[in-house]
């Protein structure tokens, strides 16, 4: 039997993301939040687990992020780090932060500005500096489909081919889009670190072949652990030399995947 673990953001759907500089205040459309993690040893990438569109566009702006999150309960994953922290100690480390809430809002009206949907992407976050608590970036990501998905996944169920989602991303955004694609909510493992793609392709190897398709820093552990790991280049985004390095085949298009025989 043999299985296919898709990457979301830049694989299945064509992202769109503004990441806002707190300190200049300056929205950035070309920048990767995975590079700006990288670019520095301390950073983290939080993902809040709740809607923009709904709930924290509607927010108080002028209320911190650490207080929004703490008076409201709102839950949140360290979706990509260099550094290993876990959630109580950055709620701490964060808690003297100035970032507001209005700051993750500026990053979800310019998504929406570009009609990019954001019920089926990461949504909204930051990335923090570990080592002095500043909130350097807050970020929101929308997404739209590649429109050659629907016939990608049904041609792979029509060969036997059991799918499974893989993800950084909010997690409710990708039950969203497992609805969309017609697989199990329970095929969807979201806000998935690095390391923990490559504990569920692992897994997955007990049972089947195993193709990963990512294509960013935070897919390699999943690409190296895979049976064959597949880079796709359809978001149009230049990923680092040592992704190349990690996949075993590299496409531009998801359509591509149908060719690869594993």
């Given amino acids: 039997m043999k299985a296919v ?17 707190i300190q ?3 929205i950035y459309d070309q ?3 995975i590079e700006l993690v990288d670019q520095h040893p301390n950073r983290a990438l939080v993902v809040l687990q709740t809607d923009p569109a709904e709930c924290i566009i509607n927010a108080r702006p002028h ?18 780090s260099n550094s290993d922290i876990d959630k109580k ?16 809002q500026d990053t979800i009206r310019a998504v929406i500005d ?12 930051f990335i923090v500096n570990l080592k002095s608590g500043e909130i350097e970036f807050t970020i929101t990501a929308g997404g739209k489909i590649f429109p050659e998905v629907p016939q990608v996944v ?13 993800s950084g991303d909010r997690t409710k955004s990708l039950v969203e889009l497992s609805n969309f694609i017609q697989i199990p909510s329970e095929n ?50 230049k990923p680092p030399r040592k992704v190349f390095d990690a996949a075993d085949v590299v496409v531009s298009n998801i359509k591509e995947i149908l060719n690869i025989d594993f």
């Fill in 114 to 125: 570009k009609k990019y949907n954001v019920q089926i992407c990461s949504g909204s976050g």
């Fill in 154 to 166: 049904e041609e792979l169920k029509k060969r036997d081919y059991h799918i499974y989602v893989a």
């Fill in 63 to 80: 209320q911190t992020i650490h207080q929004f999150i703490t008076r409201n309960n709102v839950p949140f994953d360290i979706s990509y």
């Fill in 31 to 33: 920048t990767s939040s």
């Fill in 188 to 237: 969807v493992f979201g806000t998935a670190h690095a390391k923990r793609k490559k504990e569920i392709v692992r897994e997955l190897k007990q049972r089947y072949k195993v193709m990963m398709v990512g294509n960013s820093a935070n897919d390699i552990l999943a690409l190296e652990e895979a049976d064959i790991g597949v880079l796709t280049l359809q978001q149009d985004e």
């Fill in 89 to 104: 100690e950055l709620l701490n480390l964060i808690k003297n932060e100035k970032a507001q809430v209005s700051d993750i």
């Fill in 5 to 21: 673990v898709f990457d979301n953001s830049g694989t299945l759907i064509s992202r769109y993301r503004a990441i806002k500089a």
């Fill in 24 to 26: 200049s205040g300056v």
